[in-house]
């Protein structure tokens, strides 16, 4: 995968998965977010490296976070930036997701930016598109979100220092989480000092995460930890809905609440994706609290897609001289 993600330069050209992207890549994503970085109430930060590029979102599944920040960061960059609606687009008349892409495309599109809910949907548009063109993996399936990953490693660095010191603990649905993938394959390329995942026998996954320790007592998995990862129940991805968890008393099991929170390091971190289930996967005081970092996982999130989009524009830039 990393060929296909780095161009013959070793410059960014796709971004699909964090599995087999090389350590100092990430390392690289997430020195330049710092650059884009600025306190809330501070001003966003502005650049135009991507003027005249012209950025497309393409969510196939829901989205606020992921969309909102791409668009805003695709902005703060200076590009053109195009939000398919994709109830209104021909796509429900039956055109091809390819011949969508291609369409778009001859539109003089730069950089796709896809969120699916099928596995191998971002992959498979980089096999289609021109040799100057970028496409970022907005969330794929239970599969990955990269993105994710990276401002939820750049949010604990920034709190917790190295992550190579840092226990941590994933609690909820891990396995229909892509959340948790990325998170994972950051973590470990980055030498986390220890993971566990903390969820039902039913919700911990059967593979994936070699590293990781597996806890079904939340009393147990939280104990001592640096930072806790709240995830909420993917309903959309079980196979039976007679299989989903019954809230309440999912929440008396593994909801996290700032009572529970005790039991982990008394400096320890509390962070959510998003979007959340209050009174499910964790507790509105515990959300909105002392703890809580998750509005900053929101601010970094902005700041790291400008950073994966200023890289990938390195590569569009090399390759515009033959391409158009
Ligand atoms: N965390 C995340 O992907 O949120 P959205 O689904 O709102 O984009």
Redesign the pocket.
């Known amino acids: 995968m990393s060929a296909e993600q780095l161009n013959n330069q070793g410059q960014l050209r796709h971004l699909i998965s964090l599995a087999d992207l090389p350590r100092s890549q990430i390392e690289k994503i997430i020195e330049r977010a710092a650059h884009y970085s600025r306190p809330i109430g501070q001003p966003p930060p502005r650049d135009t490296i991507l003027r005249g590029n012209t950025v497309a979102n393409l969510f196939f599944?829901?989205?606020?976070?992921?969309?909102?920040?791409f668009e805003l960061a695709a902005k703060r960059l200076g590009a053109d930036v195009l939000n398919l609606d994709v109830n209104m687009s021909s796509r429900t008349k039956g055109e091809s997701l390819l011949d969508t892409i291609y369409t778009l495309q001859a539109m003089q599109i730069d950089i796709f930016v896809v969120?699916d809910a099928s596995t191998g949907v971002p992959l498979r548009i980089t096999k289609h598109v021109a040799p100057h063109v970028s496409v970022l993996n907005?969330?794929e399936s239970d599969v990955s979100?990269p993105t994710?990953g990276l401002l939820d490693v750049m949010t604990i660095q920034r709190n917790k220092g190295e992550v190579g010191a840092l226990c941590i603990a994933i609690v909820g649905d891990i396995k229909h989480s892509r959340?948790a993938r990325s998170a994972y394959e950051a973590l470990t390329k980055l030498g986390v000092g220890e993971l566990r995942l903390v969820a039902p026998e039913e919700l911990l996954p059967e593979e994936g995460f070699p590293e990781a320790r597996s806890y079904s007592r939340l009393s147990e998995g939280i104990r001592d930890v640096d930072v806790v990862m709240a995830l909420r129940i993917q309903k959309e991805r079980f196979a039976e809905l007679g299989e989903i968890p019954d809230p309440q008393e999912y929440f008396r099991r593994y909801g996290l609440t700032e009572e529970r929170m005790q039991l982990a390091k008394p400096e320890a971190i509390v962070m959510h994706?998003?979007?959340m289930n209050r009174g499910v996967e964790i507790d509105g005081a515990l959300a909105d609290g002392p703890r809580s970092v998750i509005q900053q996982?929101v601010t970094n999130?902005v700041a790291i897609r400008m950073a994966v989009l200023a890289l990938v524009h390195e590569h569009v830039v090399a390759g515009l001289g033959t391409a158009r």
């Open positions: 599944e829901a989205s606020t976070r992921t969309r909102a920040s969120r907005a969330g979100h994710q959340v994706p998003g979007p996982q999130g």
